[in-house]
């Protein structure tokens, strides 16, 4: 055991007795500077970064280890990560990919966002996937299941911005689908189910009136919103839940039975103060079969244009859902990785939710009180948001508020609810500042192994140099291994990587060079059999029209197969490169200039972009990406001639 940040003397595990006073020392310290504010007073600051950075330079001693304390998280040059870390990119809507424990980056997979670097956004077939769109807001990463653990096949990812569910090819870390969710605003949680790569189930967080066409613009008693089921596998909208309040986080069960969404305002208001007035919010419990007997029965509603099967399961429970009622404004819901127990984090209240699933079949059966199946509630610390587990029973929950993470047992949490004199509590850590999401290696999978927890904080202030006023985010590693945590790094990122999941090495199995298996092949496959065009081996040039022209090019380093394309002012281009050489970690790509055109092409890959030719004049058009010693030497004419 090496030196803490808080100094803690080497030796054997403290006994229970020392935990306490050491938790005692801390509590006396700043993370309880909030402990007077009323809970409510203090959720204000949830929302005001200023008050709540402010709130963080109170601190007086700077906690972290000296840089050499950790040896585990130091990967030499030239050794390789354990762990894949796949992050959220937030407001840049991309999906991030760092090496644990390193923290090391090593990739940005463009999603939702337009990518100068890659052509996402850019090029003819991720402009046809975005719809023209190229603002993302991504929260929620989550891979592919089977048998309750990853099976390397897909990443889901939530953008907010337009209600949209994308997927990426884990074998070549591409963005390959696109969905459109009906009906929806504020896409929030996602959650794939985990006993099979089967639904992915998304959570629309704002309230609209349904259908949303202008037929109701001033009645907010019927605004709602959709629990939306997508087909991993073939990315089709399968079928809708409405429910009342606005939905919030998502999880599923183990055994595809259920799925959750935490919600908030489930009294339906509209204003601030409305949406805050009852006591209770609830955890919805979505029972699949149920909804899926409906649904293939016909017993589900049309809604607006679509014909998405919807089922209205507002008010009530239902055979559809089920309302556990948990303290107001529940955030998280995460599921331990026995399957058992869903922990929903109660943000304004200071406690967790632990709710029994194997409860949950009598309370649909109205055998039990929905409430019946909360088993305990242990008070955690002011604003309580998300739960990583360790694989050995413990549970640590990310604490806004007090910019704590708090690691407590979850077997003690139910004696303690049962009336036993113990404290679930185990340890509590300072994190750096106003942590947001948390999640722990392998946490969303039966196999969570309890080694490194990450701690995605929302104001880094003084941890790094001064970049202005848009700081860094603070991505920060605890060694969870010992029965103490231990903050050994902290990762600066860009805005604003919402929550992440850390994903055991052997798992992941990207290939080295394109394997042109993503859909966007039978695109090219297509144009070029129309065309009679050998796509892997020729280079033609087409007029396919008075004002069109495609062209076929091949490259190979360092050079492109056509140096000079003549085209006139006003035609529509389009060029498809495709990479004939097959050497992993050697890239072309395609910058036309002055036309906005920069696109990649990988080892083995076809690429393509569209364009309308500018002025009369000569353009040259490169390769962007380092591939050889004449790489600045690859290159051609584009020639505008006058119409
Ligand atoms: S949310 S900080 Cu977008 Cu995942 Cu909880
Ligand atoms: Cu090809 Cu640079």
């Known amino acids: 055991m090496s030196a803490s940040n808080e100094n803690e003397p080497e030796g054997p595990p403290p006994s229970d007795e020392s935990v306490d006073d050491a938790i005692e020392t801390r509590r006396s310290g700043r993370r309880f500077f909030l402990k007077s504010t009323t809970v409510l007073g203090a959720a204000a600051i949830v929302g005001c970064g200023d008050d709540a950075s402010s709130g963080a330079g109170a601190t007086t001693t700077p906690s972290g280890p000296t840089p050499a304390a950790h040896p585990s998280t130091h990967i030499a040059p030239g050794e390789l990560d354990t762990y894949y870390g796949f992050w959220s990119g937030g407001q840049s809507g991309e999906i991030r990919i760092l090496g644990v424990p390193s923290m090391r980056e090593l990739k940005r997979i463009a999603v939702f966002n337009r ?214 404004s529940p955030h998280g819901v995460n599921m331990d990785p026995t399957g058992r127990y869903a922990v929903v984090s109660g943000k304004l209240s200071p406690t967790c939710s632990v709710i029994d699933v ?121 060694d969870i291994s010992g029965d103490r945590m231990e903050l050994v790094h902290d990762g600066p990122t860009y805005s604003e990587p919402h929550d992440a999941v850390i994903v055991r090495a052997d798992l992941i199995h990207p290939t080295s060079i394109q394997n042109r298996e993503a859909a966007r092949f039978r695109l090219y496959e297509q144009w070029a059999q129309e065309d009679g065009v050998d796509l892997m081996r020729e280079s033609k040039i087409i007029r396919k029209g008075p004002r069109s022209v495609r062209v076929y090019m091949t490259s190979r380093a360092p050079n492109f197969a056509i140096t000079e394309i003549t085209v006139k002012t006003g035609d529509e281009v389009q060029i498809i490169v495709t990479n004939q050489d097959q050497v992993e970690d050697l890239s072309h790509g395609l910058t036309v200039s002055k036309h906005d055109v920069q696109f990649i092409v990988n080892a083995n890959d076809t690429n393509s972009a569209t364009f309308t030719a500018g002025a009369p004049g000569v353009y040259w058009y490169y390769c962007p990406w380092f591939c050889h010693a004449m790489h600045l030497e690859m290159r051609g004419r584009l020639i505008v001639e006058p119409r």
């Open 358 to 478: 194997e409860k949950l079949e009598d309370a649909f059966a109205g055998r039990i009180q929905p409430r019946d199946c909360v088993v305990a509630e242990p008070e955690v610390g002011l604003g309580p948001l998300h739960t990583a587990y360790d694989g050995r029973g413990n549970a640590y929950t990310s604490i806004f508020l007090d910019s704590i993470v708090t690691k407590w047992n979850i077997a003690k949490a139910i004696e303690a609810y049962g009336g036993a004199d113990v404290d679930p509590i185990l340890d509590r850590i300072d994190v750096h500042y106003q942590i947001g999401h948390i999640n722990a290696s392998m946490s969303e999978t039966r196999e969570a192994d309890g080694k490194w927890l990450v701690g995605l904080c929302k104001f880094s202030k003084d941890r790094f140099l001064n970049v202005g006023p848009l700081k860094p985010e603070n991505d920060q590693l605890i």
């Open 115 to 328: 990518d100068s670097a890659t052509g996402h956004g850019q090029t003819d077939w991720s402009k046809q996937v975005l719809g023209g769109r190229g603002a993302g807001d991504t929260h929620h990463v989550h891979l592919s299941y089977t048998d309750g653990t990853y099976d390397g096949r897909y990443i889901f990812v939530n953008d907010k911005v337009h209600g949209r569910l994308a997927r990426v090819r884990i074998d070549v870390m591409e963005t390959d689908a696109i969905v459109d969710i009906p009906h929806s605003q504020g896409t929030h949680g996602i959650f794939p189910q985990r006993h099979r790569t089967g639904l992915v189930l998304c959570n629309s967080e704002f309230r609209t009136p349904i259908p949303n066409d202008g037929t109701n613009l001033t009645d907010p008693s019927q605004y709602a919103a959709m629990h939306t089921a997508i087909d991993g596998e073939t990315m089709e909208v399968k079928w809708q839940v409405m429910v009342e309040g606005n939905m919030d986080l998502c999880a599923t069960d183990y055994q595809g039975k259920y799925s959750f969404a935490t919600c908030y305002n489930s009294e339906g208001g509209v204003t601030l103060e409305q949406m805050m007035s009852a006591e209770r919010d609830h955890l919805y419990v979505f029972n699949l079969a149920n909804i899926q007997r409906a649904v293939d029965e016909g017993r589900t509603i049309r809604v607006g244009r679509t014909d998405v099967p919807v089922i209205d399961a507002r008010g009530d429970n239902s055979e559809f859902v089920l309302r556990v009622p948990v303290p107001k």
